[in-house]
C-alpha cells in the first residue's frame, strides 16, 4: 500500500502508470486525423515536420513550467489547483466548470464516437452503431475507473502498449513497405503557421494531465519532472516518424486529401486487410485516451466538491477503491449526455475544436501566469524542481498559449461563441455557491 500523499490521497502509482496515462491520453486518434489539416495548411513537407518538431519543444517547454507546479504542489486537481492559489477560488471554479461541461466530458464524448466509428467498420450494428458503441465505451471505461486505480491504472498500462505498438507498425509500413509516392510540385497557397500549430499542439494536447496525478505518484516531487520530459520526448519521437511515414508514402498533396491518412498507407502496404487492421489500431488508441481522460477528468470534480460544501458529494473519496467514485459517475453521465446529442446531430472533429480550443487555450496560458505568481507570493514554497532559464521559459509558455488562443478564436469564428457560452453559464453558477478554503489551498 502506498503512503498518504497531499489531500491524504495514497501514493498508489508508479513511474511506469504515470507514464502510461501521460502517453495514453496524447497519442490518441489525433495522431490518425490531424496530420492531414496539418498537410493542407503547408506548403512543404519540411514545413509539416518542422511544425511537428516545434510542437515537441513547445509542449516540452510548458512541461518544464508544469514539472515545478506539480512536484512543489502535488494535488489531484492539478491546474484547478494551482489557478485557486494564485488567483482564488473563483477563476478555479471556472476552470473546473470548463473541465466537467466543455474540456473533458466533451473530450470523452468524442473520443468514444471516434472508437464507435472505427469499431463499427469491424462490426456494424445498425443506424446508431457509433453511438451504441460510444455509450458501451463511456460505461465500461467509467466501472473500471470506479473499482479502482489499479484497475484503471491497469487497463491504462496494456491499452497504452496496445496503442504504441499499432502506431509502430504504421510507421514501418510508412517508412520501410509501402512504395514512395511520386515528387509532386507544393501546392500554390502559402503556409497558415498558426493554424497547423493549433492542430499540432491539440494533437500533443493531455500531457498536462500527468498533473492530476501528482498526488497518488510515488515521490512526485522528485519524479514528476522526469515523468513529463520523457513521455514528451517519446510522444515526439513518434509523431514525427508517424508524418514522416505518412509523407513517404501518399506525398504531401496525398496527406492533405486524406480522410483517414492512416488507413490509406496501410491500404498501400497490405491492401483490404491492412485497412482493416488500422480501423482496430485507432479504435484501441481512442479507448486508451478516453481511458486516461476519464480517470484525470474525475480528480477535478473531487476537488471541486472538496471546495464547495453544497457539492460536497463530488469531494468524496473512495479509501478502499482509491478513486472519486461520485466524480467518475457525474463525468460518466455528461459524457453519455453528449453521446445521446451526438447520435442525432454530431458535426465531427472540426466541431468538438471550434468548442474546446478557445476555453482550453485561455486556461493554459493561465496556468503559465500562474506558475510566476506563484513564484511572486509564495518565494520560500518547497520547489523540488525549478523551470530551468526561469522566467524565459515560462515567458515563451505564456507568449505560446496567447498566439494560440488567437489562432484557434480566428480559425473557429463564431463556433467558438458555443463553448465561451457554456463557460459563461458557469460564472452564473458561482452566485448561490459560496466557497471555503481548503486547508490545502492556505498551507
Not at 37 to 55: E, Q, T
Not at 111 to 138: I, R, T
Request: hydrophobic share 55%.
Amino acid at each position: 500500500m502506498g503512503t498518504v500523499g497531499s489531500g491524504g490521497l495514497r501514493e498508489t502509482l508508479g513511474v511506469r502508470d504515470a507514464m502510461a496515462i501521460t502517453v495514453g491520453i496524447v497519442v490518441g486518434a489525433g495522431i490518425f486525423r490531424t496530420p492531414s489539416l496539418v498537410a493542407g495548411a503547408a506548403d512543404s513537407s519540411a514545413g509539416v515536420l518542422l511544425a511537428w518538431a516545434a510542437g515537441g519543444v513547445i509542449s516540452l517547454v510548458g512541461a518544464l513550467c508544469y514539472a515545478e507546479l506539480a512536484s512543489a504542489y502535488p494535488h489531484a486537481g492539478g491546474d484547478y489547483h494551482y489557478l485557486g492559489r494564485a488567483f482564488g477560488r473563483k477563476l478555479a471554479f471556472l476552470y473546473a466548470w470548463a473541465r466537467l461541461a466543455v474540456i473533458q466530458t466533451g473530450s470523452v464524448a468524442l473520443l468514444a464516437f471516434v472508437f464507435g466509428d472505427y469499431a463499427s467498420q469491424l462490426l456494424h450494428l445498425g443506424p446508431f452503431s457509433s453511438a451504441l458503441y460510444a455509450a458501451g465505451a463511456v460505461v465500461a471505461i467509467t466501472a473500471v475507473q470506479w473499482i479502482g486505480v489499479r484497475a484503471g491504472a491497469g487497463t491504462q498500462a496494456w491499452l497504452t502498449l496496445a496503442e504504441i505498438v499499432g502506431l509502430c507498425a504504421v510507421i514501418v509500413a510508412g517508412l520501410l513497405i509501402a512504395p514512395a509516392a511520386a515528387p509532386a510540385p507544393p501546392p500554390s497557397e502559402t503556409t497558415a503557421f498558426g493554424l497547423m500549430m493549433v492542430f499540432v499542439l491539440l494533437t500533443f494536447g493531455g500531457w498536462n494531465e500527468a498533473a492530476y496525478v501528482s498526488a497518488e505518484l510515488k515521490d512526485a516531487r522528485r519524479r514528476m519532472a522526469p515523468v513529463l520530459v520523457a513521455s514528451l520526448l517519446l510522444i515526439t519521437a513518434l509523431y514525427l516518424l508517424a508524418n514522416a511515414a505518412y509523407l513517404r508514402a501518399l506525398g504531401l498533396a496525398g496527406v492533405a486529401g486524406s480522410d483517414a491518412v492512416a488507413a490509406d498507407l496501410m491500404w498501400l502496404a497490405f491492401g483490404a486487410p491492412g485497412a482493416t487492421l488500422v480501423s482496430l489500431f485507432v479504435a484501441v488508441a481512442a479507448l486508451t485516451s478516453a481511458n486516461a481522460t476519464v480517470f484525470t477528468g474525475a480528480r477535478t470534480a473531487w476537488a471541486l466538491g472538496r471546495d464547495h460544501p453544497r457539492l460536497a458529494a463530488l469531494g468524496r473519496w473512495d479509501e478502499r477503491a482509491a478513486t472519486p467514485r461520485n466524480g467518475l459517475l457525474l463525468q460518466g453521465a455528461a459524457a453519455l449526455a453528449l453521446v445521446g446529442l451526438g447520435a442525432f446531430a454530431r458535426d465531427g472533429f472540426q466541431l468538438a475544436v471550434e468548442y474546446t480550443a478557445p476555453v482550453f487555450w485561455g486556461f493554459f496560458l493561465l496556468v503559465g501566469v500562474a506558475l510566476i505568481r506563484l513564484r511572486m507570493i509564495e518565494p520560500h514554497a518547497d520547489r523540488p524542481f525549478r523551470t530551468p532559464l526561469y522566467p524565459l521559459l515560462p515567458g515563451v509558455f505564456i507568449v505560446t498559449n496567447a498566439y494560440l488562443l488567437y489562432s484557434s478564436l480566428a480559425y473557429t469564428g463564431r463556433g467558438a461563441l458555443l463553448g465561451l457560452a457554456v463557460l459563461a453559464a458557469g460564472g452564473l453558477l458561482l452566485i448561490p455557491l459560496r466557497t471555503r478554503k481548503t486547508e490545502e489551498t492556505t498551507s
